[in-house]
């Protein structure tokens, strides 16, 4: 039904160019983009981590949002100014020391003024989510 | 995988007794349950609609509401005195006037102390979700 | 700072002719209003309880989403079709039977195209907040 | 009226010793904590920018979750496990580079289970806040 406006190759050329300090195309990659939906994997790192060896929750709120950027992209093409107005987080279970985040990002609703989407956010191959993210994004008048 | 606690019947019973002013069982019905997911019908009335002639919002918060503790009623059984601590809804499409509106609740995290939902409300049998909630109860100590 | 562009008569006046159903002018009344923050009161009714004796959500949710708007209004003037996207609620204390309920809204942000606000649900006089709720509402385009 | 159970110098200490990766007591310092209210700030730093120069959401969302910890610790003392359970927040202005982020949180509940509270974000000394975040902690039984 949706067809994508970039595809993974051309999403990632974007975000090399216009956020290099989120994307520098290392730690995370883009598995798939299809204008409704995206999937996002983050390498794991220490640095995810927070005291309790659980994966720290700006890491999550971070990929997240960034997912939600990606499948709007996927949808819209590069579109370099959309903001986030809004994002809810609950934080379910503890994501596990080794392995990679992912984050499985879906458009709700694509409108003129303002796109909104779920992120469920997966700890490897396990398949209950640590976290589930809805977000708002405004995009500019052309 | 998920066992219901109580069966339909058993919900709608529970909840005309428990629940007389919310659930009369005439407007809302429980089209299925079973400890991990719900589907509620809420028959279409005027009472819903807001000016503009759409589903007003404090429709579809008291019927996602609702839904979630339905859920969560057939994942633990007979819980009187579960409470919501946070609700968050994203309003996304009209709802049409005329149509039953539909909610289709699923766990996310069923904790000892919280349980974790997402609902999407439907207008009738468009596949569009009008809303999308997500919802926190608190379960309390036995 | 701010100036109000509709006042409270005229806020009333408006909301009777546009929104019978939801402001009949007798439960709820708005106490101030002055394009910046409001203040509402909604007169006990025994039709507020849930289970327990307390005040139900969708009876909170309801009335701050109602204050929203209406200072919303008293902001920008009269506009019929501003939406709500998006509503988070947390429930923090149980309100007492008996006690009308307050809305205190307050603006966080008057966009061209968003507004968000925070309100703050109280039980007759009790200085601590039974809810709070945050919210944003869509304003049209002129 | 609330008295705190750990000041600024305690809070510090704890901190650093606990979360040394998201307190050096460097780029973050607690310029008061009082049991119910405290005040952080993150000095400026490029790192905090997304492109077009604006404060980065998840810069943002990690202060706003880091002072909620704050001003629980405060409130009930050394506790490591107390961890957030559902963080909402509202984009509401661009922050300007240069300038220090102030992050003033406020518990609005502090319940056994769960302590609410809400964060308006600030860039450096202008009054109106860039975002609004409400979260919710889970705190561990003794």
Do not use: W
Request: hydrophobic residues 45%.
């Amino acid at each position: 039904m949706s067809t994508a406006k970039m595809n993974v190759a051309e999403l990632e050329q974007f975000l090399r160019r216009e956020f290099p300090q989120a994307f520098s195309g290392d730690d995370i990659t883009i598995d798939s983009a299809d204008g409704a939906t995206c999937l996002l994997r983050q390498r794991y790192s220490e640095r995810m981590l927070r005291p309790g060896g659980t994966i720290s929750g700006p890491t999550l709120m971070a990929l997240a949002d960034f997912a939600m950027y990606v499948v709007l992209l996927s949808a819209i093409g590069p579109v370099g100014l959309a903001v986030t107005t809004n994002l809810n987080i609950n934080f379910l279970r503890k994501g596990e020391p080794g392995r990679d985040v992912l984050a499985a990002a879906r458009l709700l609703k694509l409108g003129k003024r303002l796109a909104v989407g779920e992120v469920s956010l997966l700890s490897g191959s396990a398949p209950d989510p640590i976290a589930h993210v809805t977000a708002t994004y405004s995009i500019p008048n052309k």
